[in-house]
């Protein structure tokens, strides 16, 4: 996919995801009273939309930066290994791939720059999943009164975006690295 058109439909994406959600919170709760989220609550809607614009900003600056400026980055001895290329431009050296979740999840990057980049692609990701699941809960627990959705929903709300925001995060991280893996071999191969 073209670098323009994921910064444009990720742009976009988060805009409409974090709409929806306040959207739909202004819907169901005016008054923030039935709002779980405690520093929402305190913000109120003029702190949310304050925060969201910010974090908006954030998310744009981040995609221009990813869009802009592509980085150059070194090919690992087994050139068609996107992981040894991972470990190898994001840590500084080769890994087998076999531990990389592990060290990705353990260890600070050396290459900070690419460790941006790539929060330029998961952070649109977490952000649209998370809205996206605020929404959907909003209609499942108020709108449908689905009451085992707001029964599982009550019991496990300190885990329950997680179950579905890491996948995608995950997916983010695997299509940055893959995509900049392919970039890269196709520079080389063209230079």
């Known amino acids: 996919m073209k670098r323009s058109l994921v910064f444009i439909l990720f742009i976009l994406a988060t805009t409409a995801a974090r709409a929806a959600d306040i959207g739909t919170t202004y819907v169901f709760t005016p008054d923030l009273s039935r ?23 954030v ?17 690992p001895s087994d050139e068609d290994n996107v992981w040894a290329f991972a470990s190898l431009n994001y840590f500084g050296e080769e890994h087998p791939s076999q531990g990389f979740a592990l060290r ?3 260890r600070n990057p050396r290459n900070w720059l690419m460790a941006a980049q790539m929060v330029a692609i998961q952070l649109p ?30 019991k496990t709300h300190f885990a329950f975006p997680y179950v579905f925001i890491i996948p995608f995060y995950v997916a983010a991280t695997r299509w940055y690295f893959r995509n900049e893996h392919r970039r890269t071999l196709n520079e080389q191969n063209d230079g």
């Open 104 to 106: 990705f999840l353990s």
């Open 59 to 75: 998310v744009s600056l981040l995609l221009l930066y990813w869009y802009r400026y592509p980085l150059q980055y070194r090919l």
């Open 35 to 57: 709002e779980g989220n405690p520093l929402m609550t305190a913000l109120g809607f003029t702190g949310i939309i304050v925060l969201n614009s910010i974090l908006l900003l």
């Open 125 to 154: 990701v977490v952000l649209v999943v998370g809205s996206s699941l605020a929404v959907f809960s909003w209609f499942a627990i108020h709108h449908w009164h689905w009451s085992w959705y707001n029964t599982v929903y009550g």
